[in-house]
């Protein structure tokens, strides 16, 4: 593969690479080996122990450009844009899940009821990858009324696309390769059982990972376990990810504000700038909900994602504060100068 273009590589990165390296883009991460593609083929490589930081958010992920000195990446280039979450218990630490994404393709099924507070959350985190996320709701060969089940969740998906799927029957597909055309990398979230693997293998051509049967409740079983970048026909890049049990925010109101536009921009019409929303005069909010322009259902969920997110922020903040190791010796002996070091 002599034509990194097709990889998504374009010239102006040449500038980022290290000296004496080339540039290579990682298609799966297995522990302490990276997976990549090179001009010269595929490669199995390290990476220099000097990628991992304590915020976990430098450590290389899938589809990510690094830069290779022999069997060794060692550095990975500046990301232009990368869909993160908290690594999942009471933590700050970061964990991309895909990176250098054109599309975020947020899944969800059609089969059985609408998740709305689900593909909420999901759109929340896609706004803030910097990529431009995409509803795709698959199964609408199991949906008695697919247009309804789009319009439910079009109503509250703000500024996003909503695509229907059949990985049976092919409904919908050609909208979905439209987005991934030539160099454009999209990555696949979502939760297990939604259809990620069935979708990716329709849109390759080719199985790409065991399927199972679906359950009665029209759900399937979780099939893929690791992250990984495909190559499809049309010469587009997709991510597929692992379904995931928590989707924690990653210290971004941004990307709340963003999937909630309509109640941020009732909360912006308060009459008060620190209006709290729960019955103070003037509150377009409550107004909003009182007259049946807003679902209270909707307002709870934005609150609790902002309330989220500002947790996680504070967090990182402290996480940020912390002496790093050996920093306590520099304070006590002191510059050269002789004046004492201050945390900050």
Not at 42 to 52: C, F, G, I, N, T
Not at 126 to 143: F, I
Not at 173 to 187: F, I, N, S
Request: proline share 5%; with cysteine.
């Amino acid at each position: 593969m002599s034509d990194l273009s097709v990889l998504g590589w374009t010239p102006d990165r040449v500038g980022q690479l290290p000296p004496d390296s080339a540039p290579a883009r990682v298609f799966r991460v297995d522990r302490g080996r990276l997976s990549v593609l090179t001009a010269g083929g595929e490669a199995r490589v390290h990476p220099a122990s000097a990628l991992y930081d304590e915020a976990g958010s430098g450590a290389p992920a899938v589809g990510d450009w690094v830069a290779l000195r022999g069997e060794q990446a060692v550095a990975v280039l500046p990301r232009r844009s990368a869909f993160v979450r908290t690594v999942a218990g009471r933590t700050s630490a970061a964990q991309v899940v895909a990176a250098n994404l054109d599309v975020v393709l947020v899944v969800d099924a059609l089969a059985g009821e609408a998740r709305l507070r689900r593909v909420e959350r999901y759109l929340a985190v896609a706004w803030s990858s910097g990529a431009t996320p995409v509803v795709v709701l698959t199964k609408a060969d199991l949906c008695d009324d697919v247009p309804a089940a789009v319009a439910l969740v079009a109503e509250d998906a703000l500024g996003v696309d909503v695509l229907a799927v059949s990985s049976v029957t092919g409904e919908g597909l050609d909208a979905v390769r439209a987005l991934l055309g030539p160099g454009r990398t999209g990555a696949m979230v979502g939760p297990s059982g939604v259809g990620k693997t069935s979708l990716a293998s329709a849109l390759a051509g080719r199985v790409l990972g065991a399927t199972q049967e679906i359950r009665d409740d029209g759900r399937g079983r979780h099939t893929t376990t690791a992250r990984e970048l495909h190559l499809l026909p049309g010469g587009g890049l997709l991510i597929d990810t692992p379904g995931m049990r928590e989707l924690a925010l990653y210290d971004d109101e941004g990307g709340v504000d963003a999937a909630y536009a309509d109640v941020a921009q009732l909360a912006a019409e308060c009459r008060f700038r620190d209006c709290g929303h729960r019955g103070e005069p003037g509150c377009a909010v409550a107004a909003a909900i009182d007259d049946g322009r807003l679902d209270p259902s909707r307002f709870t969920a934005w609150r609790k994602l902002q309330a989220e997110a500002h947790r996680q922020l504070l967090r990182v903040d402290a996480r940020a504060r912390r002496p790093r190791p050996g920093h306590r010796r520099e304070l006590a002996r002191g510059g050269e100068d002789g004046v004492l070091f201050r945390l900050r």
